[in-house]
Structures are given as structure tokens and as C-alpha cells.
């Protein structure tokens, strides 16, 4: 929750844990560290508001002018009146023959009807409106392409964003661990997934519900299974057709057997899977852990590569935005070799990557950005993602499955198509909206 890891972090003592995370393996026995407002989760809160709160309004464009513009056509208009009462109708007196000096040629009535003509053509009523019918255009077009636009003045500071942050796990990726590659030594491959579905079928680990939602993918069948074993952080052991399988880590799953694999085997096997996952995940060996799969009298019978998948859109998706001239930088709490891979795939120069980071450092981040003269947007997907998304020009949220969380609830924008690819769908949005304010400015000036 706080780190975007999409694997499994093995924890053992001395090492510190946080509230709100899942456990999967077990019970845990901790030490309370800071409890209540001192807490992990007040922080982010804390955080969250601190960023909402900090942000300066934003002055519309329209406001900005009309003030001035109205002064100045209001002193044109005095002007025109002085000029043509005082002057004007006594160095050109035959104006006074007009119809509009009135049947007496009155030069005050004169000197009226032209200041009033001054104020009417340059009514600036067409300001008023150039703004807002704009915003309403764009807004309802963001809503037809999946976009959830939380006010006008969001489009207006998207338009001018010059860095684009990205989160990894959830945003990049898809952040979702699944079965890329299974390897066998002796038997075909569904056997082995098949033996490792048995024995994680009643297991709740994230890498267990990738076993068994590629098994139930394959609609393969599930063998006689009895009694059920998990070593927190190793493994799980079960009875699959009264013989024992075990399926966790190289080490552990070579110890529960007295029968020992040979270790050529093993690199053979490892070489094989890691091989089969690369060719699969289009040589993505990034967020990768591989799980072994043992069988009682045999020892190490085949192995499993556990991935998370890069998101199909996501190398496009960097390489339009910095086409765009926006530079593009990845904050991830993940682990450094994850991030790095990652940020090679989709074209993220290693001046812009930060791995192991935490919530806060995001922050951190976008503050140093903003402080140098950049506008920052940042896109994320989770909790530990609010305190950016709040503290960021534009905050971009990709809503995953329908579900609203910390990052929905406090960006900007809401990307409801699921989409990366809609990070520059909204900046192209943007940019055009503002080009028609603009023009809409000129148009009302020159009337």
C-alpha cells in the first residue's frame, strides 16, 4: 500500500512494518512505534491537506483583462467626451450639423452620444463569455473520452505543464502479478501448474491467486489434496495425490525433500523459465520473482515465473508526452533494479528515475520541480500516490476497476477508461481548450 511493491516483501525481525498492509503468511508479533497521529496513514492525511490547502487559487484570464480593459475603455470614453466638447467642436464645427449633435447642434449632446458610442462597441461582455463557454465545451468533451475534469481552471493548468510524473506499480505497469513462463524438468508444463494450483488453491498470497487464476484460466482440473502447510515468507507444503509437493523459494522447497536436484539441473531449470518469461513479457524481466515447485521422492520438478505486466500503452504513452517537449520522470517505491528496467523499457532517462522511495519523497520531488519554475503533473493509482497527486499543478488519478481510493478522491483529473494513454488525450484536451479561449479573447477584443 505504501511502497507500490506488486510482489511480496519479505520481512523478518528487526525490520519495520507498516499498519494497513496486507499479511499474507501468518500472524505477525510487532512493536508499536507511533500510534494515532504520529502514524504512517495521519501523515499521508496530513500531507494530503497540507497540499490542498497550499494551493493558490487560480485567477482567470478573463479576469485579468476585463479589470484593466474596463478602466481603459471607461478613460477612452471621458477622453472622446473632453476631446469633442472642448476642442473637437469648436476646430471642426461643422460636425455640429449632424443629426447625432441633435436639430440645435448641441456640442454636449454631441460630445455624449460619441462617449457612449465608445463604452457600447467596447462592451466587454464578449470577455465575459469567452472563458467559460470554452471551459463548458472542454469539460464535456473530457466527459465523452473518460475524463472526469474537476473544474475549469484544471484545464488551464495542464495546458501550461512542462513535467509529467509517473508512478510505477498500478500506472506503468499493470500491478497485477501474474503467470508469465512455467518450466519443467521432467513433466509437461500443465503438470506442474497443475500440482501448484492444488497446492494454492486455499492459499491467499498474491503470488498463489496468480497460480490459481492461470490454472482456472486453463481450466485445468484439481487433484485429491490434503492438508494444507504455509511457512510465512517460504512456501506452502500440501498432499497432492498422496505424495507431498511443495512450492515456494529454491532453498526451502530443496530442503522439505531428502532427494536433492542437481544443481545443473537447476540452473538449467532457472535459465529456461527466466528465458520463456522474458520472450513472453516482450523481454520485460522487470518486477519478477520465480517459485519452485518440489514433489516428494523426486525434489525439484519444475519452476514458475511470477510478473508484472508493463501496461500496453505505456511506452507510447512517454514517448507522445515527450514528443510534446514534457519531460517525463518515474517515482516508485519499488525496488531500484524493477524501477530501472521499467524506466529503460518505456524511454525514461536515468537522470529522472527514483526508486525505494516513500510517499513523502514524492512530495519532495514535485515540490524541488515546482520551486525550479515547472508545472508538474503527476499520475498515479494508490495511497501512497494522494500526497503527489494533492501536491502536484495536476493531479491525474487512473481509477483501476472502479474503485475510488485516496488518489480518486484528491486529483484533478479521473481517468475512468482505465487508460494510460489518456494522460495525453487530457493534454491535448487542454491545450486546445485554452487555444479557443485565447481566440475567443482576440475576437471579442476586435469587436
Known amino acids: 500500500m505504501l511502497t507500490g511493491e506488486s510482489l511480496p516483501v519479505f520481512k523478518e525481525e528487526g525490520l519495520k512494518v507498516s499498519a494497513g498492509t ?15 497521529s504520529n502514524s504512517t496513514i495521519s501523515r499521508i492525511i496530513r500531507m494530503v491537506e ?7 487559487p487560480i485567477q482567470r484570464l478573463a479576469d485579468s483583462i476585463a479589470g484593466p480593459f474596463v478602466y481603459s475603455v471607461m478613460t ?18 461643422d460636425v455640429l450639423l449632424n443629426d447625432i449633435a441633435g436639430l440645435d447642434g448641441d456640442p454636449l449632446l454631441l460630445s455624449l452620444k460619441l462617449s457612449v458610442d465608445v463604452l457600447v462597441v467596447s462592451c466587454p461582455c464578449a470577455l465575459g463569455l469567452a472563458t467559460p463557454t470554452a471551459i463548458l465545451v472542454g469539460t464535456s468533451l473530457g466527459a465523452k473520452q473518460g475524463l472526469l475534469i474537476r473544474g475549469g481552471d ?39 501448474l497443475q500440482m501448484a494450483f492444488a497446492v494454492e488453491k486455499t492459499a491467499s498470497h498474491p503470488i498463489a491467486k496468480a497460480i490459481v487464476d492461470k490454472a482456472e484460466s486453463l ?30 523459494s529454491l532453498d526451502w522447497v530443496n530442503e522439505r525433500f531428502q532427494i536433492k536436484t542437481k544443481l545443473s539441473d537447476l540452473k538449467d531449470l532457472e535459465t529456461k523459465v527466466m528465458y520463456q518469461s522474458s520472450e513472453g513479457m516482450s523481454s520485460s524481466n522487470y518486477s ?34 515527450q514528443q510534446k517537449g514534457i ?9 531500484e533494479e524493477a524501477v530501472a528496467t521499467i524506466a529503460n523499457k518505456v524511454g525514461i532517462e536515468s537522470e529522472f528515475i527514483n526508486a525505494s522511495m516513500t510517499p513523502q519523497q514524492k512530495s519532495e520531488v514535485i515540490s524541488s520541480l515546482q520551486a525550479a519554475g515547472h508545472r508538474v503533473a503527476m499520475v498515479g493509482d494508490g495511497i501512497n500516490d494522494a500526497p503527489s497527486l494533492a501536491l502536484a499543478d495536476v493531479g491525474i488519478a487512473i481509477q483501476n476497476e472502479a474503485q475510488e481510493n485516496a488518489a480518486s478522491d484528491v486529483a484533478s483529473i479521473i481517468l475512468l477508461g482505465n487508460r494510460l494513454a489518456q494522460v495525453v488525450d487530457a493534454l491535448d484536451l487542454s491545450r486546445a481548450t485554452m487555444n479557443k479561449v485565447y481566440q475567443n479573447f482576440i475576437m471579442g477584443n476586435s469587436v
Open 50 to 56: 497540507d497540499a490542498q490547502g497550499s494551493e493558490a
Open 154 to 192: 484544471v484545464l488551464e493548468r495542464l495546458a501550461s505543464i512542462s513535467y509529467v510524473a509517473l508512478d510505477k506499480t498500478g500506472t506503468l505497469t499493470e500491478g497485477k502479478p501474474t503467470v508469465s513462463a512455467v518450466a519443467s524438468i521432467s513433466y509437461e508444463e500443465s503438470e506442474i
Open 219 to 248: 481450466k485445468l482440473t484439481i487433484p485429491v489434496t490434503r492438508g494444507q502447510l504455509t511457512e510465512p515468507g517460504f512456501g506452502t507444503l500440501a498432499e497432492v495425490d498422496g505424495c507431498l509437493v511443495a512450492v515456494g
Open 327 to 335: 519531460n517525463t520522470v518515474l517515482l516508485s517505491g519499488d525496488r
Open 22 to 36: 496486507i499479511n499474507w503468511d501468518g500472524p505477525l508479533r510487532i512493536e508499536a512505534l507511533s500510534t494515532g
Open 288 to 321: 519478477k520473482t520465480v517459485v519452485y515447485v518440489g514433489r516428494e521422492g523426486e525434489g525439484i520438478i519444475g519452476a514458475i515465473a511470477i510478473s508484472d505486466c508493463l501496461r500496453h500503452d505505456a511506452e507510447s504513452t512517454v514517448n507522445r508526452l
Open 76 to 93: 477612452i470614453s471621458a477622453a472622446t467626451f473632453a476631446f469633442w466638447y472642448y476642442i473637437g467642436s469648436h476646430v471642426f464645427p
